[in-house]
């Protein structure tokens, strides 16, 4: 079976990681137009492997999420 036909496993967020020296988006609660970038267009949260981020960025990534939507900067449901 092969993954190079399907389109969702190429379509990452970063799918250039910029070498070892990329530490990963500067996540803060207060950059929506970033966090948005990790949404579907019903407001959930992104796969790891769609998103194209580590489980450290993705830890950091919920945690903003969750943030911002507690603070009402971003909806729970989509929009």
């Known amino acids: 079976m092969s993954r190079e036909g399907n ?12 070498g070892p020296d990329w530490i990963g ?3 803060d ?3 929506l137009d970033l966090l948005r970038k990790f ?3 019903s407001s959930k949260i992104m796969s790891r492997k769609r ?3 580590s489980t450290q960025e993705q830890k950091v990534l919920k945690q903003a999420i ?6 009402a900067l971003i909806p729970y449901a989509g929009a």
Do not use: M, Q
């Not at 389109?7 to 910029?18: E, I, L, N, Q, V």
């Open 51 to 53: 998103a194209g981020t």
């Open 66 to 71: 969750k943030r911002a939507r507690f603070l």
């Open 25 to 27: 988006p500067i996540v």
């Open 39 to 41: 949404l579907t267009p």
């Open 7 to 18: 389109s969702y496993h190429t379509k990452r967020r970063f799918p250039d990681r910029g």
């Open 29 to 31: 609660y207060k950059e």
